[in-house]
């Protein structure tokens, strides 16, 4: 009941302000568990995504969304739990992993939507990253619910990192034909399956959103940005005090010639002449 309140007040607004469009809605089941397996692109792809679907989606998120002190972090973790947020502890890789797909098979056997993002974070640049196996290929093989993939478009450009009003545009969802791994079924330990489930979501993915695919994970490259960024401010720092050291050697050297050419006007002090009396 509290989804559907918070679907009403934050999606009917949404919608209204945004007007996203859609296309191949009819692929969601009316009823049945179904994983929706979407790229990433902006915080609000967990939002415009339920706001244009009758079913609820369940997404899961980062625990610190719930557990957050204070009024503002009471607000907030009721605000997740409303739009159908699960909190999973993604302080370790291992353990986030195993909390996404026990999370996952929960929802898919009470016979709801699951969300899920394969890439495992968002974009850092807007490009299609490699997909991680663990969760959703565990979930659809332990489950043999079909992994339906959605592409969201243009959400990354409403709000971009740093900016703190968005731009009101219309963003796109593209939802795919299922997929069925029911052919995989049992195999879900078996690492050279899970990749191939994976490769073949994120091939879909793709060919909906149109993206430049990167066949390295999402991490890594946030890393590899993260790292060009520092060594790029350590190169400016560096070449703004190889200025300042270039700027005072100029102005000492500029001293030193003032210094020296007032030296060579004044007469060297030597013993007076006498003159000669006859």
């Excluded at 009758?54 to 969304?65: G, L, N, P, Q, S």
């Excluded at 290929?137 to 969201?152: D, F, S």
């Excluded at 790029?232 to 005072?248: I, Q, T």
Aim: glycine share 12%; no cysteine; hydrophobic share 40%.
């Amino acid at each position: 009941m509290f989804y559907g309140t918070m679907k009403v007040a934050i999606g009917g607004p949404l919608k209204l302000a945004f007007r996203p469009w859609v296309e191949g809605v009819e692929n969601i089941p009316a009823e049945g568990p179904a994983i929706l397996a979407s790229n990433h692109l902006s915080f609000s792809d967990s939002f415009f995504l339920p706001a244009v679907l009758d079913r609820k989606v369940t997404f899961i998120a980062k625990a610190e969304y719930f557990t957050t002190p204070g009024v503002k972090g009471r607000l907030t973790a009721a605000f997740f739990k409303g739009v159908g947020q699960l909190p999973v502890d993604r302080s370790g890789a291992r353990g986030a992993g195993e909390a996404a797909v026990k999370s996952g098979i929960e929802v898919l056997e009470r016979g709801e939507l699951f969300g899920i993002y394969p890439e495992g974070t968002r974009s850092p640049d807007g490009r299609l990253y490699r997909g991680k196996p663990g969760g959703l290929a565990r979930v659809a093989l332990a489950t043999g619910a079909p992994v339906i993939p959605v592409a969201m478009i243009d959400t990354e450009k409403i709000q971009p990192p740093g900016k703190v009003v968005p731009k009101l545009m219309r963003p796109g969802i593209r939802i795919g034909e299922p997929l069925d791994f029911s052919r995989y079924q049992g195999m879900e330990h078996d690492r050279f399956v899970l990749r191939a489930v994976t490769d073949e979501v994120m091939y879909e993915i793709m060919k909906l959103s149109g993206q430049e695919y990167v066949d390295i994970y999402a991490t890594a490259a946030k890393r590899q940005i993260a790292e060009a960024a520092k060594a790029e401010k350590e190169a400016g720092k560096a070449e703004k005090e190889a200025e300042k050291a270039e700027k005072e050697a100029e102005k000492a050297a500029r001293t030193a010639v003032a210094q020296d050419g007032a030296g060579a006007g004044k007469s060297p002090a030597g013993p007076e002449r006498e003159t000669d009396a006859h």
